[in-house]
């Protein structure tokens, strides 16, 4: 069984689907659509614009969004998913590719998540951190201890490296902490702020509304979600969940394990980078990895 996945945030580059665009009308089609949906031309900035431009929140989502699902479109075909995921945003990308969601609703919610997300970074002075070498269970123990700061495991990404997210002085108590415990690295990420973590409530809230005005249908194979790491096809559960992420952490070591556990053998990856085939590997030694 073939599962197709898709990156998020972090999987960017100047000069992302620049090929696509020259080579194929569709790709051009979409990509001219989105310029028009979002009011600027986001294209100038990803196939010519300065890793700053890119790095903002509000470019680099719709970015990678229109990259994975230009791919899996312009693929025809050859795109058969027996199951999809995505890590993050990614998660949008594969409710287009599965058909739950259209091209133009799939990035107006994407652009209006990345929009609030910026807003509630603004909000508090906040970032994310990543841990490598430690049992899950014992950076949750250590985060939970800092009660006079949020602080909160935010991605499960493979075993041995985590993701935490809080308050900067949170996260900076939980680093000190994490590294006297045995951790072999925690590094603050040069990221914008808390995601996946309580400090995007403002976020989640904005996002809500946003999902429920918008039609989702039902989709042609199941959509492992970062929040449950399991298979879910019900249409309402996979807007609780979509709204739910926000705050949530992302289970992707989970959603991994899970869809192997149901019969994946091949992972594709779609999108710009290679992230999340090293993170499938390092997870599932035995499952073959491509990109689209």
């Known amino acids: 069984m ?14 992302m689907g620049k090929d696509l665009y020259e080579q194929n009308n569709t790709a051009r089609e979409l990509f001219e659509q989105a310029n028009t949906i979002l009011g600027f031309r986001i294209t100038d900035i990803m196939f010519n614009g300065t890793d700053e431009e890119l790095k903002q929140t509000k470019v680099t989502q719709p ?3 229109l990259h994975s699902v230009v791919k899996a479109i312009i693929a025809g075909d050859a795109f058969k998913p027996d199951m999809v995921a995505g890590h993050s945003l990614g998660e949008f990308s594969a409710l287009v590719a599965n058909k739950t969601l259209t091209f133009e609703d799939g990035l107006k919610l994407v652009f209006k998540r990345a929009m609030a997300m910026q807003k509630a970074c603004e909000l508090t002075p906040s970032t994310m951190a990543a841990v490598l070498g430690l049992e899950d269970a014992k950076v949750e123990e250590i985060c939970a201890s800092i009660t006079q700061e949020i602080v909160v495991a935010a991605n499960y990404n493979c075993p041995g490296q985590l993701v935490i ?16 415990a045995g951790a072999k690295r925690a590094l603050v990420l040069p990221v914008g702020g808390a995601f996946h973590s309580p400090l995007m409530e403002p976020a989640r ?4 509304s946003a999902i429920h005005a918008t039609a989702f249908n039902s989709p042609i194979c199941p959509v492992y979600q970062n929040v449950t790491a399991a298979a879910v096809i019900s249409v309402e559960a996979i807007k609780d969940n979509l709204i ?8 992707w070591t989970q959603s991994v394990q899970a869809m192997v556990a149901d019969g994946a053998k091949q992972f ?23 990109a689209l």
């Not at 809230?205 to 809500?208: A, G, I, T």
């Open 2 to 15: 073939k599962a197709y996945i898709f990156p998020g945030q972090g999987s960017q580059f100047i000069g």
């Open 63 to 65: 970015a990678i969004f």
């Open 165 to 180: 997210s809080g308050s900067k002085a949170g996260v900076d108590l939980a680093c000190e902490a994490l590294k006297a």
């Open 205 to 208: 809230v904005e996002l809500e």
């Open 244 to 251: 739910a992420q926000l705050t949530a952490p992302v289970r």
């Open 268 to 290: 594709v990856e779609c999108g710009p980078g290679n992230v999340l085939q090293g993170l499938v590997k390092k997870i599932s030694k035995e499952s073959e990895t491509s």
